[in-house]
Protein backbone atom coordinates (compact mmCIF):
# COMPACT_ATOMS: atom_id res chain seq x y z
CA UNK A 1 0.00 0.00 0.00
CA UNK A 2 1.00 3.67 -0.58
CA UNK A 3 -0.20 6.71 1.32
CA UNK A 4 0.01 10.39 -0.48
CA UNK A 5 -0.30 12.96 1.51
CA UNK A 6 -1.14 16.32 -0.24
CA UNK A 7 -0.01 20.19 1.30
CA UNK A 8 0.56 23.61 0.30
CA UNK A 9 -3.07 24.64 -1.19
CA UNK A 10 -4.47 27.58 -0.48
CA UNK A 11 -5.69 30.89 -1.50
CA UNK A 12 -3.70 33.48 -3.73
CA UNK A 13 -4.56 36.75 -5.92
CA UNK A 14 -4.00 36.03 -9.72
CA UNK A 15 -0.77 36.29 -10.77
CA UNK A 16 0.71 34.86 -7.34
CA UNK A 17 2.15 31.69 -6.75
CA UNK A 18 1.72 28.71 -4.79
CA UNK A 19 4.04 25.30 -4.33
CA UNK A 20 2.30 22.07 -3.84
CA UNK A 21 3.88 19.34 -2.08
CA UNK A 22 2.89 15.30 -2.05
CA UNK A 23 5.08 13.12 0.31
CA UNK A 24 4.53 9.30 -0.14
CA UNK A 25 4.85 6.79 2.57
CA UNK A 26 4.52 2.93 2.48
CA UNK A 27 5.63 0.89 -0.56
CA UNK A 28 6.92 3.78 -1.97
CA UNK A 29 9.87 1.92 -4.34
CA UNK A 30 6.61 0.52 -5.96
CA UNK A 31 5.69 4.14 -7.53
CA UNK A 32 7.36 4.55 -11.03
CA UNK A 33 5.31 7.37 -12.04
CA UNK A 34 3.80 10.54 -10.26
CA UNK A 35 1.81 13.34 -11.08
CA UNK A 36 -0.95 16.44 -10.21
CA UNK A 37 -4.28 16.10 -11.57
CA UNK A 38 -7.08 18.88 -10.52
CA UNK A 39 -10.84 18.36 -10.51
CA UNK A 40 -13.08 21.20 -11.43
CA UNK A 41 -16.73 21.42 -9.68
CA UNK A 42 -18.68 18.87 -11.87
CA UNK A 43 -15.89 17.85 -14.27
CA UNK A 44 -13.63 15.03 -14.24
CA UNK A 45 -10.77 14.72 -13.15
CA UNK A 46 -7.86 16.01 -15.48
CA UNK A 47 -4.16 15.65 -15.81
CA UNK A 48 -1.75 18.86 -14.58
CA UNK A 49 1.71 16.93 -14.86
CA UNK A 50 3.40 13.89 -14.27
CA UNK A 51 6.90 13.21 -13.94
CA UNK A 52 8.19 9.71 -13.99
CA UNK A 53 11.04 7.87 -12.11
CA UNK A 54 13.86 9.17 -14.06
CA UNK A 55 11.89 10.15 -16.73
CA UNK A 56 10.99 13.35 -18.62
CA UNK A 57 7.97 15.48 -17.74
CA UNK A 58 4.63 15.94 -19.08
CA UNK A 59 2.45 18.95 -18.87
CA UNK A 60 -1.11 19.71 -19.76
CA UNK A 61 -1.34 22.47 -22.48
CA UNK A 62 -2.93 24.74 -20.50
CA UNK A 63 -0.19 24.84 -17.99
CA UNK A 64 2.93 24.68 -19.66
CA UNK A 65 5.34 27.86 -19.23
CA UNK A 66 3.67 28.20 -15.78
CA UNK A 67 3.96 24.84 -13.62
CA UNK A 68 6.78 22.61 -13.06
CA UNK A 69 7.08 19.29 -11.13
CA UNK A 70 9.85 17.89 -9.41
CA UNK A 71 10.82 15.00 -7.58
CA UNK A 72 13.30 14.16 -4.85
CA UNK A 73 13.03 10.16 -4.72
CA UNK A 74 15.08 10.44 -2.12
CA UNK A 75 12.37 12.22 0.18
CA UNK A 76 9.34 10.13 -1.78
CA UNK A 77 8.00 13.29 -2.53
CA UNK A 78 6.60 15.10 -5.57
CA UNK A 79 6.10 19.55 -5.59
CA UNK A 80 4.22 20.97 -8.40
CA UNK A 81 5.49 24.97 -8.28
CA UNK A 82 2.64 27.19 -9.74
CA UNK A 83 3.57 30.51 -11.14
CA UNK A 84 1.59 32.93 -12.90
CA UNK A 85 -1.76 31.54 -11.25
CA UNK A 86 -5.28 32.55 -12.98
CA UNK A 87 -8.41 32.28 -11.25
CA UNK A 88 -9.07 29.24 -13.54
CA UNK A 89 -6.55 27.49 -11.55
CA UNK A 90 -8.87 27.73 -8.98
CA UNK A 91 -9.62 23.36 -8.48
CA UNK A 92 -8.81 20.74 -6.13
CA UNK A 93 -5.47 19.42 -6.67
CA UNK A 94 -5.07 15.88 -6.43
CA UNK A 95 -1.71 13.96 -6.22
CA UNK A 96 -1.47 10.91 -7.97
CA UNK A 97 0.94 7.52 -7.61
CA UNK A 98 1.35 4.92 -10.62
CA UNK A 99 2.96 1.75 -9.53
CA UNK A 100 5.04 0.11 -12.41
CA UNK A 101 3.71 -1.47 -15.12
CA UNK A 102 5.22 -4.72 -13.99
CA UNK A 103 2.86 -4.13 -10.67
CA UNK A 104 -0.57 -3.91 -12.68
CA UNK A 105 -0.18 0.10 -13.37
CA UNK A 106 -2.49 0.51 -10.18
CA UNK A 107 -3.37 4.27 -9.26
CA UNK A 108 -3.23 5.47 -5.46
CA UNK A 109 -4.43 9.18 -5.15
CA UNK A 110 -3.72 12.29 -2.37
CA UNK A 111 -7.25 13.50 -0.70
CA UNK A 112 -6.74 16.49 -2.28
CA UNK A 113 -6.07 19.91 -1.59
CA UNK A 114 -8.19 23.35 -2.63
CA UNK A 115 -6.19 26.10 -4.66
CA UNK A 116 -8.28 28.85 -4.58
CA UNK A 117 -7.09 32.23 -7.07
CA UNK A 118 -8.87 35.28 -6.73
CA UNK A 119 -9.71 38.13 -9.90
Known amino acids: QVQLVESGGGLVQAGGSLRLSCAASGRTSSINVMGWYRQFPGKQRELVAI???????NYADAVKGRFSISRDNAKNTVYLQMNSLKPEDTAVYYC?????????????WGKGTLVTVSS
Open 96 to 108: NGRMWPSMGNKDY
Open 51 to 57: IPRGGMT
